[in-house]
Structure formats: structure tokens, C-alpha cells
């Protein structure tokens, strides 16, 4: 699910030709482009949508690219989105003050498309969240995991959550290694089991501690889901230390939390939303 078009643009631009030209020429790119011909409107687009990178214009026609920058650089919801200005001004002044905004790049009118594309593709590539791997399943983690679901819930796919319940209590009677191989093997029986299964498109990341999640697309996701649900809940007994008095008690039972999003819900919730809930699960 790493592609080009998991990459968003927004394009703030209030000449329609150059917006139209831009929208075309991104979209044939392989990006997902939004537009927006006000600043005020590219403001709020830029809340709702988190694109990977704007092309700002300066000249808009009613608060100035200057003013979009400030406001979108100074709101954590969208500090840490790149901003290429786009703009036919090409005093000295007029370039530090878009950078001193926190600009990344800064391209005057007439402008080459090839440049312009290849500029976008470097700034979009720094930003990109670097994809951790979890030292005990070795399964992204981190920011990479909220942005694959983000890009998995619009590409329609069902979130499949898989959580190990009581593996803390579990860790202090048995050991953090034990607590850890447990993990370690549930990770292993999901991705056995999604090679058994011929699956080819899907991500698998790692939420937290304990718990996975998984996107699938597809009619078949969810009776899928429930019959890997079903091994793991096997698997977790066998996990359990054999005769040992602490493995009678009840709340050092492993057991499973499985949750089933399909698509629909999962993109009425929201992708940042969903993660966080069940990343605390």
C-alpha cells in the first residue's frame, strides 16, 4: 500500500487554468489532489483532509498565501505539513518572508511541470513518518501505522484489531521474555495465516504493547477474521506454562481481543480516532 497515490496534495491556487492545470497533471501522477481557490476555505481543507504537501500561491482573493502559511504552520493539527509557494513574485522579500513562514520550497511563475513534480516528490519524501519496526514482531509501528490505516480505510478496506488480554499479570508471573514470545507468536500465526490464506494486499501493523491491527479489502475480510480470531484463541492456551500453579489463576489467563471495523465504520470513526481507540484497548 505504499504508492504514489497514497500521497495527498492540496493545492491552493485561486487562477483556475493553473489549479486545472495542476490537478490534472498531479492526479496522472498517481496523487489524490484537493483544490481549494480561497485561503480562508484552504485553511480549514488543510484540517480536514492532512495532505502530505500544499502548493501554496501567495495571491489569493481574500487573505494573502502569507496569512494561509502563519495559519496552517501555527496550528498543530497542521504544523508538520510541507508547503511549496507557487507564486509569480519574485523579489528577494517576498521569497525570505515565505520562508521565514516555514515554506519548504519557494517556485516563481512560469514554472517547468517536470521541476515542480520533482521538487514536490523530494518534499513530500523527507517528511515521509520513517517506518519503525517493532523489536519483537518486527512489524511497522508508530506514526506509519496510523497513516497505513488512513490510507486503507479510503482504499475501503475492513480494520481487523486483535489485542492480548491480561499479558501484563502474565508478564510478572512468567517473565517479560515469555510475555514477549507470546507476542511474537501471535504475530508469526497472523502472517502464517494470511499466507495460507493466498492474501496478498494487506497491512499488518503493530498498535502496542499487545495488540495488532490489520487492514483487508475485500467481501471475505470479515469471515476471514473471524477464523484467524479463532486460532488465536486456541493458540493462547497453548501458550500458557504447562503445570505451573500460577497458570490456574484466572487473571493470568491469556485471552483474545478481537474487533471486526468494516469499512463503513471504520471511515465514519476516522482513521486517527479508530487507532487511538484501539491502540488503548
Not at 498531479?26 to 481549494?36: D, K, L, M, N, P
Not at 489569493?60 to 497542521?78: Q, W
Request: aromatic share 8%; proline share 4%.
Amino acid at each position: 500500500m505504499n504508492n504514489a497515490s497514497n500521497h495527498k496534495i492540496l493545492i491552493i491556487e485561486d487562477d483556475f487554468d493553473i489549479s486545472e492545470m495542476l490537478h490534472t497533471f498531479f492526479r496522472a501522477s498517481g496523487y489524490s489532489v484537493i483544490t481549494s481557490h480561497w485561503g480562508e476555505e484552504g485553511v480549514s481543507t488543510a484540517k480536514e483532509q492532512q495532505p502530505n504537501l500544499i502548493i501554496l500561491d501567495i495571491r489569493l482573493p481574500d487573505i494573502d498565501g502569507y496569512e494561509v502559511a502563519r495559519r496552517i504552520k501555527t496550528d498543530p493539527l497542521t504544523g508538520e505539513i510541507p508547503i511549496i509557494y507557487l507564486t509569480e513574485r519574485r523579489d528577494r522579500a517576498d521569497r525570505l518572508r515565505g520562508l521565514e513562514l516555514g515554506a519548504d520550497d519557494y517556485i516563481t511563475k512560469p514554472f517547468d511541470m517536470a521541476e515542480l513534480k520533482l521538487r514536490v516528490k523530494n518534499v513530500i519524501g523527507r517528511y515521509q513518518p520513517q517506518a519503525v519496526a517493532n523489536s519483537v514482531t518486527s512489524l511497522p509501528e508508530g506514526k506509519v501505522v496510523a497513516e497505513q490505516v488512513e490510507n486503507a480505510i479510503s482504499e475501503g478496506n475492513d480494520v481487523l484489531y486483535f489485542g492480548i488480554i491480561n499479558l501484563p499479570a502474565f508478564s510478572a508471573a512468567f517473565g517479560t521474555d515469555a510475555a514477549e514470545d507470546v507476542v511474537r507468536k501471535t504475530s508469526i500465526l497472523i502472517r502464517n495465516s494470511l499466507r495460507d490464506a493466498a492474501i496478498g494486499e494487506y497491512f499488518l501493523g503493530h498498535l502496542s504493547g499487545s495488540s495488532m491491527v490489520l487492514c483487508l479489502g475485500g467481501p471475505g475480510s470479515g469471515s476471514f477474521g473471524q477464523r484467524l480470531a479463532q486460532r488465536l484463541e486456541m493458540a493462547m492456551e497453548f501458550f500458557m506454562p504447562q503445570n505451573s500453579p500460577e497458570a490456574t489463576l484466572q487473571e493470568n489467563r491469556l485471552k483474545l481481543d478481537y474487533q471486526y471495523i468494516p469499512a463503513v465504520q471504520a471511515a465514519a470513526e476516522g482513521a486517527k480516532a479508530l487507532t487511538l481507540r484501539l491502540g488503548a484497548s
